[in-house]
């Protein structure tokens, strides 16, 4: 096995970690703020959706100002995004297409991230 297809792989499992930790993140600041909601308002664990987790974002805020928890989980959603390009070129993904399009891609999604995160405000 090269050098490269070791990153590759090494990267691909960090992928699964940063995941598993990502989604215990998700799930405390779920608890955290289902603490301070009413019990019909409060957030159930399964079935996100987009609209349902820029809801917990804003409630979060809103009752954490100084929380640090959005700022963690859009971290680790862009350390998953770089183990996820890192992987790809280890595994030779970008053979036949140009590495900078595909990290303008990703630069991309993660803009999106942050302003679902509400770094851009709402």
Wanted: net charge positive.
């Amino acid at each position: 096995m090269a050098p490269r297809e070791i990153l590759g792989a090494v990267a691909l499992a960090c992928v699964a970690v940063v995941g598993i930790i990502s989604t215990l993140t998700h799930l405390e600041m779920v608890d955290k703020v289902n603490e301070h909601l009413p019990k019909e308002e409060q957030f159930d664990q399964l079935g996100w959706y987009m609209t349902k987790s820029l809801r917990l974002f804003r409630e979060y805020k809103r009752l954490f100002p100084d929380g640090r928890l959005r700022l963690k989980l859009w971290v680790l959603t862009a350390l998953m995004f770089a183990c996820v390009v890192v992987s790809a070129w280890g595994f030779g993904f970008f053979g036949h297409i140009q590495l900078w399009w595909f990290t303008a891609l990703m630069l991309a999604c993660l803009a999106v991230s942050a302003w679902g995160f509400g770094f851009f405000g709402h």
